[in-house]
Nanobody, 124 residues
Framework: QVQLAESGGGLVQAGGSLRLSCAAS????????MGWFRQAPGKEREFVAT????????YYADSVKGRFTISRDNAKNTVYLQMNNLKPEDTAVYYC?????????????????WGQGTQVTVSS
C-alpha cells in the first residue's frame, strides 16, 4: 500500500527549470517502480519517465529526453523529476505513480497508485 503526494509545480518562463517531488508512504517503498505522467487539458494522460527499484534503470518519453531527469531516494521515500529547459508544450498536470513490480513500465494502466497531481505552467 502506497500513498503519494506531489509538490514543486508552479509557473515558469520558457527555458526555466523546476524540480517536482513525490513523497510516498509505505513500508516497502524501495520495492516499487515509480513513474511520472502528465495530462494537458482535453488530452490523454501521457507517459513522461519511469525508474526501477534501485534507480539504475530509467526510461523517458522522446519529448523530454535530454531535458528531464527522474531519480529516487528510497531512504527518504521520495522520487524526483528534474525538468530543465522547459517549453510551453510541457504545460500540464504532472502525476506521480507507483506499482509493486520488478520492471519499469511506461503504460499508465499498469500503475496501481496515483498522486493528485501538481500543475506546471510554462509561459512563452
Amino acid at each position: 500500500q502506497v500513498q503519494l503526494a506531489e509538490s514543486g509545480g508552479g509557473l515558469v518562463q520558457a527555458g526555466g527549470s523546476l524540480r517536482l517531488s513525490c513523497a510516498a508512504s509505505g513500508r516497502t517503498f524501495s520495492n516499487y517502480v515509480m513513474g511520472w505522467f502528465r495530462q494537458a487539458p482535453g488530452k490523454e494522460r501521457e507517459f513522461v519517465a519511469t525508474i526501477n527499484w534501485s534507480g539504475g534503470i530509467t526510461y523517458y518519453a522522446d519529448s523530454v529526453k535530454g531535458r528531464f531527469t527522474i531519480s529516487r531516494d528510497n531512504a527518504k521515500n521520495t522520487v524526483y523529476l528534474q525538468m530543465n529547459n522547459l517549453k510551453p508544450e510541457d504545460t500540464a498536470v504532472y502525476y506521480c505513480a507507483a506499482v509493486r513490480r520488478g520492471t519499469a513500465t511506461t503504460i499508465k494502466y499498469e500503475y496501481d497508485y496515483w498522486g493528485q497531481g501538481t500543475q506546471v505552467t510554462v509561459s512563452s
